[in-house]
């Protein structure tokens, strides 16, 4: 069985650090992950991309920028994930993060917080297939656009 999921991320590097949050759950449960989720109905790529955005890290987006889009592929035990990415990078306040207080009874939080790790520190191990795209576009693989299939997904 197939299912497609797609999701909006930010992108923030300071200092050769990526804001991350780390999976309480799903596919990527203990894993360093991007910011960002699913659309809700009638909400724009970019009001997903701030609400999202400071749900899960409680930091709002001053300016967001180059959009692009990637595809992978996670095969589980009895399911394939076809995960469709849309990333922009986004420029965030660091002063001033907001405490997300008052959550919406249908929204799951699905991170323990927010993580500065060192790009280079970033693996298979810890990361995401998600952060695992974005190394691939940093370190300008020409293959960054082909999909990548992850087979026998491992969940920690």
Known sequence: MVINHIGIYGICIKDN????IKKVRGPYKNRFDLPGGSQ???E???ETLAREFREETGYQINDYSNCR???IFVEEINRTVHHIMV????DVNLERQDVISEKLEDELNDSSGIYW??????????SSPLILKLQQ???NDKTTLDKEVYKNWTIL
Do not use: P, R
């Open 44 to 46: 724009g790529l970019t």
């Open 40 to 42: 809700k109905e009638n």
């Open 69 to 71: 889009a990637y595809d």
């Open 137 to 139: 576009e940093l370190s």
């Open 87 to 90: 990333f922009y990078d986004v």
């Open 117 to 126: 790790i060192d790009l280079e520190k970033l693996d298979i191990k810890n």
């Open 17 to 20: 650090k990526l804001l991350c």
